[in-house]
Nanobody
Framework: QVQLVESGGGLVQPGGSLRLSCAAS????????MGWYRQAPGKQRELVAV???????NYADSVKGRFTISRDNAKNTVYLQMNSLKPEDTAVYYC??????????????WGQGTQVTVSS
């Protein structure tokens, strides 16, 4: 079981920045995928940025060049630096961790979500 605690959401003006953090605890294995998804009102949850279990990094096209995902493996923490925020970035942002044994996914855990609102 993996527990996730998110922080860093809030209200920001267009063009501003926010940094989200997600601390993971529990059965975190070396082989995992960890990252961020978001869900806007009336829309499906979508991938924002993730570190995959095969060592790559994926970003949604809508955030490339503006958002940066990073991680501190010693702290089991992943961050999302969001710059040049737009009103369309408004959503609840969720941290996600998927653990694997080899190529078999063994768990899929979600944080409680943190609200990001971009508005003037």
């Amino acid at each position: 079981q993996v527990q996730l605690v998110e922080s860093g959401g809030g209200l920001v003006q267009p063009g501003g920045s926010l940094r989200l953090s997600c601390a993971a605890s529990g059965k975190i294995f070396i082989n995992n995928a960890m990252g961020w998804y978001r869900q806007a009102p009336g829309k499906q949850r979508e991938l924002v940025a993730v570190f995959t279990n095969v060592g790559s990094t994926n970003y949604a096209d809508s955030v490339k060049g503006r958002f940066t995902i990073s991680r501190d493996n010693a702290k089991n923490t992943v961050y999302l630096q969001m710059n040049s925020l737009k009103p369309e970035d408004t959503a609840v942002y969720y941290c996600n961790v998927k653990t694997f044994v080899g190529s078999i996914r063994t768990s899929d855990s979600w944080g409680q979500g943190t609200q990001v609102t971009v508005s003037s």
